[in-house]
């Protein structure tokens, strides 16, 4: 199966600052993903990266907040911008399979741990 | 609103014994189940999944029951073994191949 890299693995960023997360992928995928977890909490959805057009944001999410490029099939990146404590989270990138008939998965990066100061 | 439910927030089972984690959910229109096991500082690690058209799939040790009248899925880990120690999360899939994870169960197997 594909492999998925993310960089940074970490940060501690300064508020107010911005930061860009990279996802690779070692072989052509179409949908990528990226979810947030809390701290103590679940895997949020925060958009999904649509190669040559504009990212699907979840509710509660916006562009502004959270820009995302996906400039190929291999690679995307999700900028945190202006950031503030409660950005605080692992930030993950995934990517979707769906080969035979009535298989499908999905697959994570490793994460990456932002902590805002 | 919690779409998918994992209402047990640990678990503790005995190495070689086995493990069932269970996973509840609300939406009718859910297409597939996933597992995952998630260790401290790692991505989630996908297990194993299941269509919901079919009410059982196995994949080594681990085995996952759809029971769709009930809304209820479950992983079977048998026989459970030390590194199965982790959280894992129940996730579903619905439109445009999103995922809507439930809170996760912490599962401890002790040797």
């Known amino acids: 199966s594909a492999v998925i890299s993310q960089k940074p693995s970490r940060d501690i960023c300064q508020r107010g600052t911005s930061l860009t997360i990279q996802c690779q992928v070692d072989?052509?995928?179409?949908?990528m993903f990226w979810y947030r977890q809390q701290p103590g909490q679940s895997l949020t959805l925060i958009a999904t990266?649509?190669?040559?057009?504009?990212?699907?944001?979840e509710s509660g999410f916006v562009i502004d907040k959270f820009p995302i490029s996906r400039p190929n099939l291999t690679f995307s990146t999700l900028t945190v911008s202006n950031m503030s404590p409660e950005d605080s989270s692992i930030y993950l990138c995934s990517f979707s399979t769906e080969g035979q008939p009535g298989s499908f998965g999905q697959y994570f990066g490793p994460g990456t741990r932002l902590t805002v100061t | 609103d919690q779409q998918v439910k994992q209402n047990s927030p640990s678990l503790s089972v005995q190495e070689g014994r086995i493990s069932i984690l269970n996973c509840d959910y609300t939406?009718?229109?859910?297409?597939?189940f996933l597992w995952y096991k998630k260790y401290p500082a790692e991505g989630p690690t996908f297990l194993i999944s299941i269509s919901s058209i079919k009410d059982k799939n196995e994949d080594g040790r681990f085995t996952v029951f759809l029971n769709k009248s009930a809304k209820h899925l479950s992983l079977h880990i048998v026989p459970s073994q030390p590194g199965d120690s982790a959280v894992y999360f129940c996730?579903?899939?619905?439109?445009?191949?999103?995922?809507?994870f439930g809170a996760g169960t912490i599962l401890r197997v002790k040797s």
């Open positions: 996730a579903a899939r619905e439109y445009g191949n999103k995922l809507v």
């Open positions: 990266a649509n190669q040559g057009s504009e990212a699907t944001y």
């Open positions: 072989s052509q995928v179409t949908m």
């Open positions: 939406n009718s229109m859910f297409d597939y």
